[in-house]
């Protein structure tokens, strides 16, 4: 049975006692209850006590998974900053098309009352938009 089990465990040190040691742990983690603690126990043939003395391994992982844990809250954080940065950019972005679009289409306004409708605007406006005039073909750009 021994030579078995570690064939498919592919283990060489592994053991009944391993085996039987990890089954308790993983049983012990998974159900609280006193009454089916007692009906493993008796089924494995020992009293609960034992299992509970020799059998059940306790691991404190506190310290270590502290440390881990308060590591990956501070990437959290960076990584919302981060987000939240890239977020307000889009926004810009997004808003910086609405006024490059609005400013074209404005502009072309002004060059088309200038121009065909003989229309004129006031000189900050012609400074605002940038608004010059071409001799060669009357009109203004």
């Given at each position: 049975?021994?030579?078995?089990l570690?064939?498919?465990?592919?283990?060489?040190?592994?053991?009944?006692?391993?085996?039987r040691?990890?089954?308790?742990?993983?049983?012990?983690?998974?159900?609280?209850?006193?009454g089916?603690?007692?009906?493993l126990s008796?089924?494995?043939?020992?009293?609960?006590?034992?299992a509970?003395?020799?059998?059940?391994?306790?691991?404190?992982?506190?310290?270590?998974?502290s440390?881990?844990?308060?590591?990956l809250?501070k990437?959290?954080?960076?990584?919302?900053?981060?987000?939240?940065?890239?977020?307000?950019?889009?926004?810009i972005s997004?808003?910086?098309?609405?006024?490059?679009?609005?400013?074209k289409k404005?502009?072309?306004d002004?060059i088309?009352?200038?121009?065909i409708?003989?229309r004129?605007?006031?000189?900050?406006t012609?400074?605002?938009?940038?608004?010059?005039?071409n001799k060669?073909?009357?009109?203004y750009?």
């Amino acid at each position: 049975m021994l030579n078995w089990l570690r064939k498919i465990t592919n283990l060489s040190g592994v053991n009944i006692d391993i085996m039987r040691s990890s089954f308790i742990t993983w049983f012990y983690e998974h159900n609280l209850t006193f009454g089916v603690r007692d009906k493993l126990s008796r089924m494995m043939r020992h009293s609960q006590g034992t299992a509970q003395k020799n059998y059940n391994k306790i691991f404190d992982y506190d310290k270590e998974d502290s440390s881990t844990i308060d590591e990956l809250k501070k990437q959290i954080l960076l990584l919302n900053i981060q987000i939240n940065e890239l977020k307000e950019k889009i926004e810009i972005s997004d808003n910086s098309k609405d006024i490059d679009s609005q400013y074209k289409k404005r502009r072309s306004d002004v060059i088309y009352n200038l121009n065909i409708k003989k229309r004129s605007p006031r000189e900050d406006t012609i400074k605002k938009y940038n608004i010059s005039y071409n001799k060669e073909n009357n009109l203004y750009k």
